[in-house]
Structure formats: C-alpha cells, structure tokens
C-alpha cells in the first residue's frame, strides 16, 4: 500500500508564499513522475507542476515564473514553492505520484493521489 501526504497549504495573503510538501510512504520499487494539481470550487482539476525522475519538469502557464517543483528522491518528497501567490491561485492542491510496484515479481505503475491540502489566497 502506498499513501501521499500532502502537507504546508494554509492562508496567505495575495503576494506571499507557501511551501507545499508530499512524501510517499510504504512499499514500493521507486517513483517516476510526480507532480501537484489544484482544484478549484466549481471547476476541474488542473495540473499546476510536475516533475520526472530524472529532474525535468512542466508547469502550467498561470503559475511559470511563480511556481518551483523539486524532489528529493531520498526521502521520496515533493515539493512545491509558490511565490506571488494570487487570489485565483485558491484551491485544493493534490499530489500524484506515479509509483512502481513490484506485484509478485513484476514490477507494475499504478497512479496514486493524497488527500489535498487547502491553499487560500486572501486579496
């Protein structure tokens, strides 16, 4: 079994910073991509950053610029660095990981999703 813990959403104001953070736990063979999306109330779910295993990364257009992902692949961690941040920026933020698993001798990739994290961006 393999859990997602998000963790650092909380209230900001517009122009501040939060750091975000999502560690795997459990058992599994390793992790290739990972990444954060963001949902808000009334609209779908959208990524926001991701970021492979070897270290290159993607970012939707609203948050380049003002948004840093990185990992420590040691501690099975993702992190999100948002800088600047924006009323609209508001949502639930969630991780996903895309994790191999070694199920009875092969190794398989199953997509996994935290609980979300509140991020709200007061104006």
């Known amino acids: 079994q393999v859990q997602l813990v998000e963790s650092g959403g909380g209230l900001v104001q517009a122009g501040g910073s939060l750091r975000l953070s999502c560690e795997a736990s459990?058992?599994?063979?390793?992790?290739?991509?990972i990444g954060w999306y963001r949902q808000a109330p009334g609209k779908q779910r959208e990524l926001v950053a991701r970021i492979r295993r070897g270290g290159s990364t993607n970012y939707a257009d609203s948050v380049k610029g003002r948004f840093t992902i990185s990992r420590d692949n040691a501690k099975n961690t993702v992190y999100l660095q948002m800088n600047s941040l924006k009323p609209e920026d508001t949502a639930v933020y969630y991780c996903n990981a895309e994790v191999v698993v070694d199920t009875a001798g092969l190794k398989l990739t199953y997509s996994y999703w935290g609980q979300g994290t509140q991020v709200t961006v007061s104006s």
């Open positions: 459990g058992t599994f063979v390793s992790i290739n991509d």
